[in-house]
Each structure stands twice: as C-alpha cells, then as structure tokens.
C-alpha cells in the first residue's frame, strides 16, 4: 500500500450501497454488499468458518462523488490472510476548477494531484488501460493523456486522447523502464520542458 493510495483511502466515507455501487460487483455478488462484516456480526451471512469473512462494503469519496466497494477476505482462524481490496471508476477528468499540478505513478496506480493539493485516480477512459514500460498501447493512452495535460497548461483535459497525439518525448519516457521503477512524479512543468526538449 503506497502512500498515496492510503490517502485516497483515507478520504473515503462509508455509506449505504446504492445502484452504482452494484456496478462495481458481479451480479451475482451484489448481496454480500448488503451483509455485516464478521468484525460487525460474527453470525453475518459473509462469515466463513466462524471467524472468516467474504464481505464487501460501500463508500464514495466525497470530492468526486465516485462509488467504492471494498472486498474482504479473511482466513477463518488466526494469523492467515486478512485483506481488502478496492474496485471504484476512474474519472473522466478532473473537476472543472482543478488544475493539473503534477502526475504520480507507484506499483501500477496512476494518480494526479491538482494545483489545491487533492489528489485523484488519474482521467481514464473505459478500455483505455494506462502502462508503463514497453511500447505497447498502455504507455501510449498515458502519453497521450499527458501530453494533452501538458498544452492545455494543466486545465480541463477528458481522457481519451488519441494515441497519435502522444508527444515524443513523453512517449518515451512512458516506455522506458525507468517510468516503471517505485515511484515517480512529474510535475506540469516536467511534461512542459520534454515537449519543448
């Protein structure tokens, strides 16, 4: 868990699980939404051996309204596996006012952090998967999305930006194994100076 998951994390309310919330579960699934961690009641239907647990919870975070459900698993007995995981949709852009400050990477997540501070699951398109490393459509969809950040001086900027569109030098940095390496940031004025290299 890197830091800065555990701060999107952190910011998270829990709520009552609503029809979006049920969008992010196999239909099958959807009503292990509505029942109790075995944390909550050990005699919940989530409950598994006793002291196990497959439960999911719902919360949204508060500054893009977005659904997030989150998937527990926990080995009955003590000192085995006990997990959560988070399934939520990454927005389309950021919010009107929100200007893009800086791009951050860390074990397969991509974020931004606007001028204010906030930091959001970077702009993705539906079947527009984000990568790094290789020189696959993955590091080109991010290049593109970044290079439209870049000229738009960091403002209102939807995901999905034409592959072609991926400057250069962007481009080859998304590829590189060096972009792929912990984690990286790269401020507006990092994307700026590359095109202009």
Known sequence: MTPHFQEWLSRLE????N?????????AKI???F???VTE???SPAAISGTGCLCRRAFYDPEFGLPVVGEHFKHAGTGGTDQWSYQTYAPLELRPDDIFS???TG???????????LLSILPQKHAVGYNLGYSG?????LAAYLTQVAENDGGTTPAGTPYEDAHPAILAWTQSSAADRGTNELTLNDLQTMQRA
């Open 14 to 17: 829990r709520c009552e699980p």
């Open 107 to 117: 074990r397969g997540l991509f974020w931004a952090r606007t001028d204010k501070g």
């Open 137 to 141: 459509g993955g590091p080109h969809a």
């Open 35 to 37: 029942h109790p961690c």
């Open 102 to 104: 800086s791009f951050i």
């Open 19 to 27: 029809a979006m919330h049920c969008t992010l579960v196999e239909s």
């Open 41 to 43: 009641d050990k005699n």
């Open 31 to 33: 009503p292990s939404l």
